[in-house]
C-alpha cells in the first residue's frame, strides 16, 4: 500500500477519533437528562478507534496518534522514514474532525468556545483542578500502558483478530480514569486539534500533550522490545550452549 493511501486512511481514521470522541464530550456529554457522562466519553473515545482499527488497520495500522507512531518507532514495528508524514496527516486529521465538531455545535444558540471545547489541561484548565505533575504523571504513565496493550495485542504470537477490542476498551478504560485529570489526551494529535480552536490556555499549555504522550509511548516501545523478544526453548538454549563448547573444543 502507498504511503499516500496510508497517510489518508490516517487522516481519516483520526479524523473520526476527534469528530466521534470530542464530540460525544461537546454534544452529548451533559444533555439534559439524558446525557451520556463520563462513561459515554471513555466509551466513545473506545468505538472510534475499535471501529477506525476493523476499518483501516489493514491499510495504514490505524495508528490515528502520534505517540502511537512513535511508540511503534521505538519498539521496532514502524520506519522511522514514515514517522513525519503520517504525524502530519494524523495532526491534519484531527484539526479537520474539530473543525466539523465546531460547525454542528455552534449551531445551537449560546454555544461557547469558553466551555473549553473538550481541550486538554491542568491546573486552571483541569476539570478536576490537577496539578501539573499529576498531569504530567497521568499522560506518561496512561500512555506507556497504552502502547504496551498495542504492542501485546498485535504481537504475531497473540490471538489473531481480537487487537481492535483490546485496544478500543483500554483506551476507554484510560478516559474513565483520567478524564478528570486532564480530560485525558494521551494523543498529541486529539489536544492539538481541539487547542486550535480554544486558544488561549488550551495553546500554552498545549507541551504537555506532547511531551508526555511522546515519552511514555517511546519508554512503552523500548521495554515492550525487551519484554516481547522471544526466547529460546529450554532444550534449545541447551543445544546452542552444547555446540558453542563443542566448537570452542575443536
Known amino acids: ?23 460525544s464530550a461537546v454534544l452529548a456529554a451533559a444533555f439534559p437528562q439524558v446525557g451520556i457522562g463520563l462513561l459515554g466519553v471513555s466509551l466513545a473515545f473506545g468505538l ?11 491499510i495504514s495500522g490505524c495508528h490515528l496518534n502520534p505517540a502511537v507512531t512513535v511508540g511503534l518507532v521505538t519498539g521496532k514495528r514502524f520506519p522511522v522514514s514514515e514517522l513525519i508524514p503520517y504525524v502530519v496527516a494524523q495532526v491534519i486529521g484531527g484539526i ?19 466551555g473549553g471545547f473538550a481541550a486538554n ?4 484548565n483541569s476539570p478536576g483542578g490537577y496539578s501539573l505533575t499529576a498531569a504530567l504523571t497521568a499522560e506518561i504513565v496512561l500512555t506507556f500502558m497504552f502502547l504496551i496493550v498495542i504492542l501485546g495485542s498485535t504481537d504475531k504470537r497473540a490471538p489473531k483478530g481480537l487487537a481492535p477490542i483490546a485496544i478500543g476498551l483500554c483506551l476507554t478504560l484510560i478516559h474513565l ?17 481541539q487547542a486550535v480552536f480554544v486558544g488561549g490556555l ?9 511531551v508526555a504522550p511522546i515519552v511514555g509511548a517511546a519508554i512503552a516501545g ?7 523478544a522471544a ?4 532444550n534449545q538454549a541447551e543445544t546452542t550452549r552444547e555446540a558453542k563448547a563443542a566448537a570452542a573444543a575443536a
Open 1 to 23: 500500500m502507498s504511503l499516500t493511501k496510508r497517510c489518508t486512511a490516517e487522516f481519516l481514521g483520526t479524523f473520526w477519533l476527534v469528530l466521534g470522541g470530542c464530540g
Open 48 to 58: 472510534t478507534v475499535l471501529t477506525m482499527a476493523f476499518a483501516i488497520g489493514h
Open 96 to 114: 479537520a474532525g474539530a473543525g466539523v465538531l465546531y460547525i454542528i455545535a455552534s449551531g445551537k444558540a449560546g454555544f461557547s468556545l469558553s
Open 121 to 124: 489541561g491542568y491546573g486552571a
Open 177 to 193: 480514569i483520567s478524564i478528570p485529570v486532564t480530560n485525558t489526551s494521551v494523543n498529541p494529535a486529539r489536544s492539538t486539534s
Open 202 to 210: 488550551a495553546i500554552k499549555q498545549l507541551w504537555l500533550f506532547w
Open 222 to 228: 523500548v521495554a515492550y522490545a525487551w519484554l516481547g
Open 231 to 234: 526466547e529460546p526453548e529450554p
